[in-house]
């Protein structure tokens, strides 16, 4: 079992372009359509196996470069089984990189995924070509985190709790957080596309940082939650 750090060297060692080595994944869903769907609609990853438990992929442990993960898992046939951030907590405690693949869209759940160890958050009803951007940053070692989160990040900025943000990287914060697209950023700073998403991923790192030694009151306050709205599971 690998956590995603010999993607670049397997990159770097392939006769052809970087782009053309794709990140082993593993993909954990309780749906069966989910999981038979999945590595037809990325052929950009390379998903190595499927599993409707993370219990079932801890036991196979194979290597990959990421898990990627639902949040509800148990159902009728897998009772009582690890899920949630109880689920992401067992996952990267094996030094895995989780990204989480969810409908949830409560900004207030999605920081508790990344205080819980995940690295990255797509949507389900995200375009295939996002969710597979944001699986391959995560294998890469990147956090990658939803528009929503950006507007949250912002917030935090704005509040003192992430310090050492850059006048650059401030201004993409504040861009993406009201839905500039990374063209419209790049165009408006004469910078290329990949120079603002190293700007963001920088935010996002800090973001991150908070958010896994932040206590449940600071994130509560934060998100103008009431106190016990946030349980630490």
Not at 123 to 129: A, R
Request: aromatic letters at 6%; proline letters at 5%.
């Amino acid at each position: 079992m690998t956590d995603g750090t010999d993607l670049a060297a397997r990159a770097e060692a392939d006769d052809n372009s970087a782009g053309a080595v794709r990140p082993r994944v593993a993909l954990v869903d309780d749906l069966h359509v989910v999981r038979a769907g999945f590595a037809a609609i990325h052929p950009r990853l390379e998903v190595v196996a499927t599993y409707p438990t993370v219990e079932q992929f801890l036991r196979d442990a194979p290597e990959v470069d990421a898990v990627v993960s639902d949040l509800k898992l148990a159902n009728t046939t897998h009772p009582g089984v690890l899920q949630g951030r109880r689920a992401i907590r067992a996952l990267a405690d094996e030094g895995l990189r989780v990204c989480i693949y969810t409908e949830e869209s409560r900004p207030f759940v999605l920081a508790q995924c990344l205080r819980a160890g995940a690295s990255g958050i797509t949507h389900k009803y995200d375009d295939p070509e996002v969710t597979t951007d944001a699986i391959t940053r995560v294998a890469a070692g990147q956090f990658v985190i939803t528009p929503g989160l950006v507007g949250v990040a912002e917030v935090l900025q704005r509040h003192g709790q992430l310090p050492e943000v850059t006048d650059k990287q401030l201004e993409v914060l504040r861009e993406r957080a009201r839905g500039l697209s990374w063209q419209q950023i790049a165009g408006k700073h004469y910078i290329t596309v990949a120079s603002a998403r190293n700007r963001m991923d920088a935010v996002t790192e800090k973001f991150a940082g908070y958010l896994r030694n932040a206590s449940p009151a600071d994130i509560e306050r934060e998100f103008g939650l009431r106190p016990g709205d946030l349980l630490d599971e």
